[in-house]
Structures are given as structure tokens and as C-alpha cells.
């Protein structure tokens, strides 16, 4: 009996083997297909993944027999706690931060307001029209996690189809709402499950609004915490002198600290590590070796793009699902039915703020160049539409147990979600591109006007711009003609939030902190060869 047990589970980790051989070989012909397809106008390496995810599912389950599609079960842990980390963190570690922190209070507003009028416009049609369809037993709880499962957009394929320096404006917004986005949605999706809803009170709404507020306001401190710790210890250590090693391994591992500390503590982790991100590339990332900054910059673009080709390639094996497909199949009009009802809903519930909360934007704005344009409010409505692994990964939390079901209701609505995501990812990711082009055939004057972020991670070994945005090892070296607008600001101050930041930045947080100018010296420290930059 122990040499069956034996050999079988000897069995079983040999087939676990073949998967992930398999897996690892599809991630590596993603990669390849996706450099050949560069320069395609319509494709990118999402839908390059989704596409031979959905293929490999169709070639498994004719190889089993109609059993299986997949050769990884999905799981939320591996999302969430492993997957979705690097992607966050490094969309945080590499953004314009000047650029996105003008446009703080409209990527809020899009993020937070637009995502709960999107979500109430979905859950109020979910109600309407799935009750009608007698899809199945569903409760009002389960019409608002419906709500919150399609009000989350798809921040990482988003981020593929616009370029940070050719429409700056355009992609401040559309990623910086989609973090926001994806935070509120968790965060909403979690509150529903935790309440108690089937008597709503003013009580219930009080407390539902204040816990909302709480872990917005607590997951941002928590990463800006986190960060600020991170970069005093490497300032304060300089573990550069030693080994480069030491100092990029504890910049990874404090950035997925600030992860599982929010997770630890029942905050929402993609706002924590956001802003960890933004934190320290700040201040951390220039207190480190010149080796150790390119180690951390790549090291970081990697993990976040393996983790995205991952995601996908995976969303689109688990599309074929055989076992939740068979308890719908003999109603498959239905299904399509709800599906189109879904994306009828998405594309209402975003429209419904895309362009009302961009009036109100505009209204607070005096140039002319940082108003939203009715073409570039079209585009982040039209950017917003995708729908991807955060909304598969809620639906599965709230209609399956363990990745499986046999509800029809819950059925009905796991394979509803599949089949938007894949159509929306493909559909509208493929029409993003042209679309951006037909409607901004010019961006790159956009980015002489509104790119003025002269040091991020990301541009630090590119080519100088237009603008004279460079980077800032070369800039320390070198004299770099500064962009107008910052010239103006440093000549000309102005009773701005950014001008009294920059005044308390270099005041008080800098000489504790660290960050661009502001490393004290070390032997062997990148500031070795200039001489001692501050005492």
C-alpha cells in the first residue's frame, strides 16, 4: 500500500513537472512572438499571450479528451500575493511622477468617484436585467460583487497600448485611473463581502463609506512609510561599499514587504505598493550604486513583464474551462445573452463618467493644453473598456469554491466574465492603437508640452528628448538644458503644491532620506568622483 501511495504521488509531481515545463516553454514562445510582433499596428503581447493561451487550452482539451484545457488551476493567492506585486509596484517605480501628480485630483476623481458611478450603473443593470433572464439564484450581494467584479479595468494591458513619453497627458490618466481603479474595486469587492446587506441602513452606509476612506487613506500611508524606510537604511547603511547584491536584494524585498504588510493587515495592497513604488524611486533608488540602479530598473521591468505574460497566457487557457461550460450548456443563447448585457453595462457605466467627469476636470484647469480634449476623452474612455485577471480572479472569489462550481447561477456568471474579458482584451485591445492614432495622429508635440518629469528610473540610460529630459547620472556629469516649464518654475516660483514641496523635499526630506543630489559621500559611492554633494 505505501509503494502505491508512493509511486502515485511520484506521479503526480512528475505531471506538475511536465506543466510547468510546458507553461515555461509557452512564456518563452510568447516573448519571441511578441518581439516579432513589434511593430504590429494592431497587436501586442497581451493579446499575443491571450491569444496562445486560448489555442494551447483548445490543443489540451483535445489531447485529454475533452477533460481539462489548462495545466495550472487557477488560484486568487497566486494573483494576488505573487503575480500581481511586481506589476503594481514597478507601474509606481517607473511613472512620471511630476506629470502624474499634476493630474492627482483627476486621476482621482476617474479612479475612485468615476469606478463607484460605474460600479452603481452595473450593479443597478445586473439587477434589472439578470432577474428577467431567471439566470439563477442570485442575491443582492451577488448583483453588487457583479458590480464590483466589471467596474475594475485592465490596468496592465492598458499600460501596453499607450506610450508614457509620446501622449504623457493621456497616459498619466489612463494609468493612474486604472491603479486607482483596480484599488477601489478590491476594496469595494471586499466590503460587500464583509457586510451584511440584506438590511442597509444609514448605519451600515456610514460605516461602509468610513472603512472605504480608511484603507485609502491607511494603504497610501503604509507605502509611503514603507519606501521612506527603505531608503533611510540604504542611506544610512550604504551596503553599496560591501556588495551591490545586499542593497538590490533589500530594495526587492522591502517593496513586497509593503505588499504583504497591507495584505497582513486588511488594507488594500495595490495602493501600498503603488506608492512604495513612487516612494522609492524617489528617494531609494538614488542611493544606491550606478550598478545597483540599472540592476533595480530591470530587474523590476522584468519581473512585472514575465508576471503579465503570465497572466494572460494563463486568463486565456482557463477561457476553455470544460467543467463550468457543461452546467450552462444547454442554455448557451443565455449565456451569450448575459455576456453582451455585461458589455452593454461597461460601455454605459464608463461613458456615464468618463465625459461628465472630465468637464468638471476641465473646469478647474486655465491652460488650454492641460484640458482633457474631446478626442483624448474619448481614447481613455475607449483604453478603459478592457476588462482582465483582477475581474476573473473577484468572479472566482465570489462564484467558486476552490476554482470550482456547479451552481448554474454561479456557472452562468464565471463563463459571462470569461467571455468579456476575452472579447474585450482582444477587441478592444486590438482597435486601441489605431484608434489612438487616428484620433492623436500628432502626440508628439504633447510631449513637448506636458512632459516636464526630468528623472524617473525608466529614462535611465535613453537617449536624451526633445525636451532635454535626461537622465540624472548624466545630468550629474554633464550640463542638460532644462524643459521651459521647469526653468520657469525655478526662476519664476509659483504659489504652487508642487513649488512648496519642492521646498519642503529639499529642506527636510532629502537630507534624511536621500534622493537625487542629496547622497552623502562614501567611499565608493556613485558620488566619489564629483566630491561630496552634501554634509
Known sequence: MAIGILSSLLASDHSSIVSMNLFVALLCGCIVIGHLLEESRWMNESITALVIGVCTGVVILLTTGGKSSHLLVFSEDLFFIYLLPPIIFNAGFQVKKKQFFRNFMTIMLFGAVGTLISFGIISAGAIQFFKELHIGDLQIGDYLAIGAIFSATDSVCTLQVLNQDETPLLYSLVFGEGVVNDATSVVLFNAIQSFDLTHINSTIALKFVGNFFYLFISSTLLGVVTGLLSAFIIKKLYFGRHSTDREVALMILMAYLSYMLAELFYLSGILTVFFCGIVMSHYTWHNVTESSRVTTKHAFATLSFVAEIFIFLYVGMDALDIEKWRVISDSPGKSVGVSSILLGLILVGRAAFVFPLSFISNLTKKAPHEKIEFKQQVTIWWAGLMRGAVSMALAYNQFTSLGHTQVRGNAMMITSTITVVLFSTVVFGL???????????????????????????????????????????????????????????????????????????????RPVFGGRGFVPFVPGSPTEQNGPQWQ
Open 431 to 509: 482597435m486601441t492603437k489605431p484608434l489612438v492614432r487616428i484620433l492623436l495622429p500628432s502626440p508628439k508635440h504633447l510631449s513637448r508640452m506636458l512632459s516636464s518629469e526630468p528623472t524617473t528610473p525608466k529614462s535611465f540610460f535613453l537617449p536624451l528628448l526633445d525636451n532635454g529630459q535626461g537622465s540624472e547620472a548624466e545630468q550629474g556629469n554633464r550640463s542638460v538644458v532644462r524643459p521651459s516649464s521647469l526653468r520657469m518654475l525655478l526662476t519664476t516660483p509659483s504659489h504652487t503644491v508642487h513649488y512648496y514641496w519642492r521646498k519642503f523635499d529639499d529642506a527636510f526630506m
